[in-house]
């Protein structure tokens, strides 16, 4: 059974760009959430979809969004990137509900703004 | 606003010897608790969860315990070895739906 898979693994963007990174649950899965890691800040929750729907959403301005299609694939797009958003992006996947499942981990998006 | 916290934030013991890793949350009004583990530059492996009805949880020679009354709960790794060098993140989902991550232990086994 495949994993959770993301891409791309690593890109370089310009401050000001926008980046879409995507994000593939493992089959069956139809909660995804996705996740910021900054050795400064930690991991930190930006948000949840289940069926397509938004359902929780961590602290974030409105530059980050995302959406959920319907496969279960998601994307998440950063708009006008600041030097700050250099971080790990991690996806996640879950069977039910986030709050009550396991989570499964891809490997990660490296995004480097400069 | 759940706050997690994780002590030590790094650990080096020689192989064999058990772990012991702590993590504290501030609000008890939890739905689990879960423990990951990652290894340098990659994602998150789950290795235990603890639903909040629930005391402790066991997978091979690792052991979680919860105590939500107290906001704790703390990974026992039996028997280290080289390859348990990692870092441990603990994460609480609260019944507000806010899932928190503490800072992580990062524990270094010596062969």
């Known amino acids: 059974k495949a994993g959770v898979t993301q891409t791309p693994r690593y890109l370089i963007k310009t401050r000001g760009q926008q980046v879409t990174l995507s994000c593939s649950p493992i089959s069956g899965h139809r909660s995804v959430s996705w996740y910021q890691q900054t050795p400064g800040q930690g991991l930190q929750f930006l948000f949840e979809?289940?069926?397509?729907?938004?359902?929780n959403k961590g602290n974030f301005p409105g530059r980050f969004s995302g959406r959920q299609f319907s496969n279960s694939r998601s994307e998440m797009n950063v708009s006008t990137l600041e030097l700050g958003d250099s971080a790990l992006y991690l996806c996640a996947s879950s069977s039910g509900a986030l709050s009550g499942n396991t989570i499964y981990f891809g490997e990660g998006s490296w995004l480097t703004v400069v | 606003k759940q706050e997690v916290t994780q002590i030590p934030a790094a650990l080096s013991v020689p192989e064999g010897e058990n772990l012991v890793l702590n993590c504290s949350f501030t609000d008890s009004a939890i739905y689990n608790l879960q423990w990951f583990r990652q290894d340098p530059g990659k994602g998150l492996t789950s290795l235990l969860l603890?639903?909040?009805?629930?005391r402790e949880q066991t997978s091979g020679r690792l052991n979680a315990s919860l105590d939500k009354s107290s906001g704790r709960s703390t990974l026992y790794i039996a028997a280290s070895q080289p390859g348990d060098s990692a870092t441990y993140l603990c994460a609480v989902w609260s019944n507000d739906y806010k899932l928190s991550f503490g800072a992580g232990t990062t524990v270094t086994v010596r062969a």
């Open positions: 603890i639903q909040s009805s629930q």
């Open positions: 979809y289940f069926s397509e729907t938004q359902r």
